[in-house]
Nanobody
């Protein structure tokens, strides 16, 4: 059984940075794309970024140039480095691998 556990969220001022982590337990083929999503209050969950097994990355236009997705196969961990954070980045952030979701970690950007 695959489990994903996110961490690293918190309260940060505009312009600040956070690094989210998503630790995976359980076996899953490495070929699956690993992704981050987010859901702001009153809004639908939206895709943020993903990384393929090849290392190829894609980003939503709203975060391009500010966020970086990466992964460490040895640690079974996915990361999301978030820089130049804006209040509109406030959301619960989720990682997703295949059909598996984590429980989410809250990110709040506010002064």
């Amino acid at each position: 059984q695959v489990q994903l556990v996110e961490s690293g969220g918190g309260l940060v001022q505009p312009g600040g940075s956070l690094r989210l982590q998503c630790a995976r337990s359980g076996s899953i083929p490495s070929t699956y794309v690993k992704a981050w999503y987010r859901q702001a209050p009153g809004k639908q969950r939206e895709w943020v970024a993903d990384i393929a097994n090849s290392g190829y990355t894609k980003y939503a236009d709203s975060v391009k140039g500010r966020f970086t997705i990466s992964r460490d196969h040895a640690k079974n961990t996915i990361y999301l480095q978030m820089n130049s954070l804006k209040p509109e980045d406030t959301a619960v952030y989720y990682c997703k691998v295949a059909d598996n979701w984590g429980q989410g970690t809250q990110v709040t950007v506010s002064s």
